[in-house]
């Protein structure tokens, strides 16, 4: 029975070791560098806020694109 629950501890651990994987492969599509003009410019929330690939809401396009967001939708996140 021991070996029951070993197997079963390795099979669980390795299933979550994959979807961590995935995950990280996921959020480093998800960032890539701010585009250059946010070193000048001065981002608000705007009342249209956008949830980022990273499942981070916010408060304006220009608040995700100046921290790195690839690509968001807009609305908040749920």
Do not use: H
């Amino acid at each position: 029975m021991k070996k029951v629950y070993i197997l079963a501890f390795v099979f669980v651990t390795g299933l979550i070791s994959c979807a961590k994987e995935q995950l990280s492969a996921d959020l480093q599509n998800c960032m890539q560098p701010p585009p250059v003009w946010c070193a000048t410019v001065r981002c608000n929330p705007d009342g249209k806020p956008v949830c980022g690939c990273n499942k981070i809401t916010y408060g304006s396009a220009c608040e995700a694109q100046c921290a790195g967001i690839a690509s968001y939708t807009y609305g908040a996140c749920r």
